[in-house]
């Protein structure tokens, strides 16, 4: 499993700016050749360059996993005509009628389990599932909203927030087959998603992440704790 310790423009949210699974990696426009190799050889996938809602906050409005991509209906028509080229790597675009525009934030996912956020409706919650077809939990860690954001996950295991509960812990793992590991990224941030962005080949981590913070995480990844 590679790895990759790094800040975007000065920026170590770097899951703010960008959305990868197992296929690919949506990237800033405005990202240097340089950045765009490492992550391209630390998550083993082809890159896109890509803008939503005019912004490069990738991260917080894109979600899905290998065969389905979720993003806001108010993306501008160019945006969408663009990321309609993912449709080449087998993935299907959908659009979601919400005010709750922050997807990303909201929802984690791969491609055997769904972690929603308690505060979407049910009509909303509905066509989630049936855009993924997956097993699900609807759940809010330590009463906050954006439960996407406290939560990363690649096939088999990933890293959620220190402040959710033991008993919501073993009921992801239980439930949706994942195994987790409680933990922090740059220097103690409990939002993990806004820090780690990960699939099965690699990660990518914020600089402010610590030595101790990235043997953790690497640690778990790659099963050293069996």
Not at 115 to 129: A, R
Not at 132 to 144: A, H, K, M, W
């Amino acid at each position: 499993m590679e790895i990759l310790k790094k800040a975007l423009r000065n920026n170590p949210n770097i899951g703010l700016l960008l959305y990868t699974n197992n296929k690919f990696c949506l990237i800033p426009k405005w990202l240097s050749e340089k950045d765009e190799k490492e992550i391209k050889d630390t998550l083993k996938v082809e890159v896109m360059r890509a803008s939503v809602l005019g912004t490069d906050l990738l991260g917080v409005f894109c979600a899905g996993n290998s065969s389905h991509l979720i993003i806001p209906e108010l993306i501008f028509e160019e945006e969408l005509k663009e990321l309609r080229e993912l449709e080449r790597f087998g993935v299907q675009i959908h659009t979601l009628s919400t005010q709750k525009t922050a997807l990303g934030n909201l929802i984690a996912v791969n491609d055997k389990a769904l972690v929603l956020s308690d505060i979407f409706s049910e009509k909303e919650k509905e066509e989630i599932k049936e855009i993924f077809s997956l097993p699900y939990l609807s759940i809010l860690f330590d009463d906050v909203e954006a439960t996407g954001s406290c939560i990363s996950f690649n096939s088999e295991r990933g890293i959620i927030t220190p402040g959710s509960k033991d008993e919501q812990l073993e009921r992801i793992e239980r439930e949706l087959g994942i195994k987790l590991l409680k933990a922090t990224v740059n220097f103690g941030q409990p939002y993990i998603s806004s820090g780690l962005v990960l699939n099965d080949n690699g990660f990518i981590v914020g600089q402010l992440s610590t030595g101790i913070e990235i043997s953790e995480i690497d640690n778990f990844l790659r099963g050293y704790d069996e």
